[in-house]
């Protein structure tokens, strides 16, 4: 295994068993109509950068593209939730 491959392969596992769980309640926390936290904020942005890191070496592996892209959009729906509940409270406070 090279050493590119065997990173990528580490940052995977650790979505999956490590970030993955706390993605998805975030992502029930906003679906209930709830804003982010400051918290859940820090916490997706710093995911967002290691997966930022990961895109060069995921374009080398394809075998890790799948799960690449899912969390992609894993993280697109929460900020698209996150920015409407946002939205709403401010509207509901005028």
């Given at each position: 295994?090279?050493?590119?491959?065997?990173?990528?392969?580490?940052?995977?596992?650790?979505f999956?068993?490590?970030?993955?769980?706390?993605?998805?309640?975030?992502?029930e926390?906003?679906?209930?109509?709830?804003?982010?936290?400051?918290?859940?904020?820090?916490?997706?942005?710093?995911?967002?950068?290691?997966?930022?890191?990961?895109?060069?070496?995921v374009d080398?592996?394809?075998?890790?593209?799948?799960l690449?892209?899912?969390?992609?959009?894993?993280?697109h729906?929460?900020?698209?939730?996150?920015?409407?509940?946002?939205?709403?409270g401010?509207?509901?406070?005028?």
């Amino acid at each position: 295994m090279t050493k590119q491959k065997g990173i990528i392969t580490v940052m995977m596992q650790r979505f999956e068993s490590c970030w993955l769980p706390d993605t998805l309640k975030i992502k029930e926390k906003v679906d209930r109509g709830e804003k982010l936290s400051e918290r859940d904020t820090a916490f997706l942005e710093e995911v967002i950068q290691d997966i930022r890191r990961a895109q060069v070496l995921v374009d080398q592996y394809p075998e890790f593209q799948g799960l690449y892209g899912r969390v992609a959009h894993l993280y697109h729906e929460i900020t698209a939730r996150a920015l409407e509940n946002e939205k709403a409270g401010q509207a509901a406070s005028h």
